[in-house]
C-alpha cells in the first residue's frame, strides 16, 4: 500500500507565499519522477513542475520563475515554493509520484488534492 499526502495549502492574498509538500508512505522500493498538478473548476488537470530523481525539472512556463520544485529522496517527500502568487493560481493542486513498490510493480500516484486560494 502507498500513500501521497500533501499539505501547506490555504487562503493567500495576490504577492504571498505558500510552501506546499507531499510525502510518499507505505511499500516503496523506490521513487523517480515527483511533481505538482493543479485544477481549477472547470479545468483539465495541468502539470505545474516535476523533478525527476536525479533533479531534472520541468515547469509551465506560467510558473517559471516564480514556483520553485524541489525533492529530498531520504525523506520520500516534494516540495513546491509558491511565490508572488496570482489570483489565477487558485486551484487545486495534486501530486504525483511514480512509485516502484517493494513488490517491484510500478505506477504513477496520486494525492488527494490540497487546495490553494488567492485573493485579489
Known amino acids: 500500500q502507498v500513500q501521497l499526502v500533501e499539505s501547506g495549502g490555504g487562503l493567500v492574498q495576490a504577492g504571498g507565499s505558500l510552501r506546499l509538500s507531499c510525502v510518499a508512505s507505505?511499500?516503496?522500493?523506490?521513487?523517480?519522477?515527483m511533481g505538482w498538478y493543479r485544477q481549477a473548476p472547470g479545468n483539465q488537470r495541468d502539470l505545474v513542475a516535476s523533478?525527476?530523481?536525479?533533479?531534472?525539472?520541468n515547469s509551465a512556463d506560467s510558473v517559471k520563475g516564480r514556483f520553485t520544485i524541489s525533492r529530498d529522496n531520504s525523506k520520500n517527500t516534494v516540495y513546491l515554493q509558491m511565490n508572488s502568487l496570482k489570483p489565477d493560481d487558485t486551484a487545486v493542486y495534486y501530486c504525483?509520484?511514480?512509485?516502484?513498490?517493494?513488490?517491484?510493480?510500478?505506477?504513477?500516484?496520486w494525492g488527494q488534492g490540497t487546495q490553494v486560494t488567492v485573493s485579489s
Open positions: 504525483k509520484a511514480r512509485i516502484m513498490t517493494r513488490q517491484l510493480y510500478e505506477r504513477d500516484y
Open positions: 507505505g511499500s516503496i522500493f523506490s521513487i523517480s519522477d
Open positions: 523533478i525527476s530523481r536525479g533533479g531534472t525539472i
